[in-house]
Nanobody, 119 residues
Framework: QVRLAETGGGWVQAGGSLRLSCAAS????????MGWFRQAPGKERSLVAS????????YYSDSVKGRFTISRDNAENTVRLRMNDLKPEDTAVYFC????????????WGQGTQVTVSS
């Protein structure tokens, strides 16, 4: 069973940067697609970025494209999200999640980390 733990959230002023990390334990995530989601108060959880198992394909939502960078270190069993030029609308709880090979959905999730961007 995979456990995910996110770190790196916090408070930052608009235009600032944060780096989120997601450490996996229990088994390797080398064969899993990994993603970062976010959920703001009163809104649905949405996919921000994802990366396939070997990093060959990366997705970004339009709202973060050009500002966020997802990466993974399979040797460290870790996924990261570098967030630059943060905006108040990026304020949300950010979740790391994994989609096992052959699954149509992200099946395992971290507990989330709060990101707050002030104007």
């Amino acid at each position: 069973q995979v456990r995910l733990a996110e770190t790196g959230g916090g408070w930052v002023q608009a235009g600032g940067s944060l780096r989120l990390s997601c450490a996996a334990s229990g088994r390797t995530i080398i064969n899993d697609e990994m993603g970062w989601f976010r959920q703001a108060p009163g809104k649905e959880r949405s996919l921000v970025a994802s990366i396939t198992s070997r990093g060959g394909s990366i997705y970004y939502s339009d709202s973060v494209k050009g500002r966020f960078t997802i990466s993974r270190d399979n040797a460290e069993n870790t996924v990261r999200l570098r967030m630059n030029d943060l905006k108040p609308e990026d304020t949300a709880v950010y979740f790391c999640a994994g989609r096992p090979r052959g699954s149509g959905a992200f099946l395992f999730w971290g507990q989330g980390t709060q990101v707050t961007v002030s104007s």
